[in-house]
């Protein structure tokens, strides 16, 4: 198998104190912390639709970044390369994980979906054969119902009920291959899944559909052996104005209303948590303490736009507050998958390479240093406390359901007026998070 990564080495930890471009300045994958090692804290896995596929190319003009990889894109001998060059980045990194939708792995022929799925079997044996031996293994799959002309009004949300077969059928043949490639989640991100106007849809029935077409997924999926989590990732608009899955709430209810609950959890993105108005900690949050925190779409929104700009991890303040939440949920049953792209000007292979250290990198910080957070106890001590009202007297029985409406109005009238409920001290405690961040 010929190089394509040619002038970079293996990249490996040299510590904080390294200026050597291609190596780890934080992520020691065998530094333990808080009794685990940081490589299975963080399970970080290479998405194959941007690191593979993305080519810089935008609305306002073509790619600038050459990821032929040697053969012309669109064959079946440009699939392969792309495998090769995905496990030779891999490999190079350190990295056990990958991420496709269908289309990221094969060209899809526009006019029989037979042939794409012959070349979706072909290519995961390909995977199969040059992955054996290695410990490289699929994170999860997913099947793109987003870009084809087809999926227009939707895929399980379609108005078309031939339309919808074909998202079924796509579906089908994901969770074939992602059960193929040993996956641990299998992914739906409903990128065609809302509207742009009511004048024109039945919200109802669409969500039934969609809640129909995930049923018919679990059924089909336990039934040919898959044993992992499916996932929803929710997103709040882009494509669509309006999109089903907008946060982890939203996802949690819908899931709850049409009893998916138990086979699905949330697959957090930070750039669509932040596209809803979010922060990165609260959707992970939300999903912790629904018992729903499945995986991590690891990237970051610029924040003085105002769209899915998929940029790399860099702000080690949410990657600290993001592991804290990961942390206390003991861990992911999925990964961090970066579903990021370089800049279009970092357009050589280098760029793919600094990009993946530095986003590593940022989430190793980041564990680092929520472990730290919770091993200082400032934080945790302060909500514990700001909490303890609840521990004894009347609290406590709020809290077991041991108390009435009735009775409380009469604490209240004895009372007249309460004790006073405390300071937030939410200036103090960002001191705090500074310290830990910067103690050195
Ligand atoms: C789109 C997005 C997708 C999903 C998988 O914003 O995040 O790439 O991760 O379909
Ligand atoms: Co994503």
Redesign the pocket.
């Known amino acids: 198998m010929s190089e394509f990564f040619k002038n970079i080495p293996q990249i490996k930890f040299e510590g904080k104190d390294s200026k050597n471009p291609w190596a780890f300045k934080y992520y020691n994958p065998e530094l333990t912390i808080m009794g685990k090692k940081m490589s299975e804290h963080l399970p970080f896995a290479m998405?194959w639709?941007h690191n593979l596929g993305a080519n810089g190319v935008d609305m306002f003009g073509s790619g600038t970044a050459d990821k032929s990889f040697g053969q012309t894109p669109g064959t079946m001998e440009h699939a392969k390369a792309k495998v090769d060059a995905g496990i030779e980045f891999m490999k190079k990194l350190g990295i056990k994980y990958y991420c496709w939708?269908d289309v990221d792995l094969v060209p899809e022929d526009p006019n029989d979906i037979n042939v794409t799925n012959k070349r979706l079997d072909e290519i995961s044996d390909y995977i199969l054969e040059k992955t054996k031996g290695t410990d490289i293994k699929c994170l999860w799959g997913?099947a793109?119902m987003f870009g084809n002309p087809r999926f227009m009004n939707g895929a399980g949300s379609t108005n078309s009920a031939d339309v919808y077969c074909f998202a079924a059928a796509q579906v089908k043949k994901a969770l074939e291959i992602t059960v193929k490639l040993g996956g641990r989640g299998y992914?739906f991100?409903g990128?065609r899944e809302g509207y742009e106007t009511l004048l024109n849809t039945d919200v109802k029935l669409e969500q039934e559909n969609i809640a129909n077409l995930m049923h018919m997924a679990v059924d089909y999926g336990r039934s040919i052996g898959f044993k992992g989590d499916f996932y929803i990732?929710p997103?709040p608009k882009?494509p669509m104005s309006h999109q089903y899955d907008f946060d982890a709430a939203t996802a949690i209810g819908f899931l709850r209303q049409y009893g998916l609950d138990k086979d699905f959890k949330m697959?957090i993105?930070a750039?669509?948590a932040s596209l809803a108005n979010h922060t990165f900690q609260h959707e992970l949050c939300i999903s912790r303490i629904n018992g729903m925190l499945g995986s991590v779409?690891a990237n970051q929104g610029n924040p003085i736009l105002g769209w899915?700009t998929?940029n790399f991890p860099w702000n080690v303040y949410d990657a600290t507050l993001a592991m804290y939440e990961v942390l206390k949920a003991g861990g992911l049953t999925g990964g961090f998958?970066f579903?990021s792209k370089n800049r279009r000007p970092s357009n050589t292979f280098e760029d793919m390479f600094h990009a993946y250290i530095m986003g590593m990198d940022t989430f190793a910080l980041g564990l680092i240093k929520a472990a730290e957070i919770i091993e200082d106890g400032r934080i945790d001590g302060f909500i514990k406390e700001k909490y303890s009202s609840y521990e004894s007297g009347i609290g406590k029985k709020i809290r077991d359901k041991q108390t009435t409406l009735e009775e409380l109005a009469a604490r209240a009238a004895e009372m007249k007026k309460p004790s006073d409920p405390g300071s937030g001290r939410e200036e103090y405690l960002e001191g705090v998070v500074n310290n830990i961040l910067f103690r050195g």
């Open positions: 998405a639709w939708h997913t793109n992914v991100w990128g990732e997103k882009e697959n993105e750039n669509h779409d899915d998929d998958n579903d």
